[in-house]
């Protein structure tokens, strides 16, 4: 039973194009989300997604950025334009429920940006 | 606007000593908070969680402590061991039932031998 699969693990774009990271989730989980770390910085919130459905984008950029999860197959953060600010690692987690004890949270191993 | 802080950005102990981790939040509507581990290029871990209902909360040799006064939480992790060498995450739901966590800054505990 993989974990979470994000891909690519890591990713170089130059200024001005765009990015698409891709977001597995565990099977049987229906629940995903987003969150940027900036370096130096803690996890921050981006967005929360369930089948074809935007439930949370309140962590979104107004601009550039926007987030998908199709009925088949993975969840996309894309990105246009980047800038070089965009340079981070994005984080994916995936849950069965939308509540859980511990949060249900299953993380991926991110995918790490380099906008150059 | 930093709901949840770590103010300590490394930590180091000698193997075999007690770890204290310490996070502080500034929002009294928080119920819940969780602790996360993560290694270099990983994502992180789930590791210990605390309802505003208790006060400590223990597995193993892990145990995370709440003031609720003093809004204030601590992983204490004894003994401490080379593995848990990595950066430790304090969070909480931003609000009852949010889906969103507020994540601290991290701390990077280092376990010297």
């Known amino acids: 039973n993989a974990g979470v699969m994000q891909n690519p693990r890591h990713l170089v774009r130059r200024r001005g194009q765009e990015a698409r990271l891709r977001c597995s989730p565990m099977?049987?989980?229906?629940?995903v989300y987003w969150y940027r770390q900036l370096p130096e910085e803690g996890l921050k919130f981006m967005v929360y997604?369930?089948?074809?459905?935007?439930?949370?984008e309140s962590g979104m950029p107004k601009e550039r950025f926007s987030a998908e999860f199709p009925k088949e197959g993975p969840s996309i953060l894309r990105i246009q334009q980047v800038v070089r600010g965009d340079s981070a690692a994005y984080f994916c987690a995936s849950s069965q429920s939308r509540t859980g004890g511990n949060y249900g949270y299953t993380f991926g191993s991110g995918t790490r940006l380099t906008v150059v | 606007d930093q709901q949840v802080k770590q103010n300590s950005p490394s930590l180091s102990v000698q193997e075999g000593r007690i770890s204290i981790l310490n996070c502080d939040y500034t929002n009294s509507m928080f119920d819940y908070f969780l602790w996360y581990k993560k290694y270099p290029a990983e994502g992180p871990t789930f590791l210990i969680s605390i309802s505003s209902i208790k006060d400590k909360n223990e597995d193993g040799r892990f145990t995370v402590f709440l003031n609720k006064s003093a809004k204030h939480l601590s992983l204490h992790i004894v003994p401490s061991q080379p593995g848990d060498s990595a950066v430790y995450f304090c969070?909480?739901?931003?609000?009852?039932?949010?889906?969103?966590?507020?994540f601290g800054q991290g701390t990077r505990l280092t376990i010297n031998p």
């Open positions: 969070a909480a739901p931003r609000y009852q039932g949010a889906q969103k966590l507020v």
């Open positions: 997604l369930q089948k074809e459905n935007i439930i949370d």
């Open positions: 099977k049987g989980h229906s629940h």
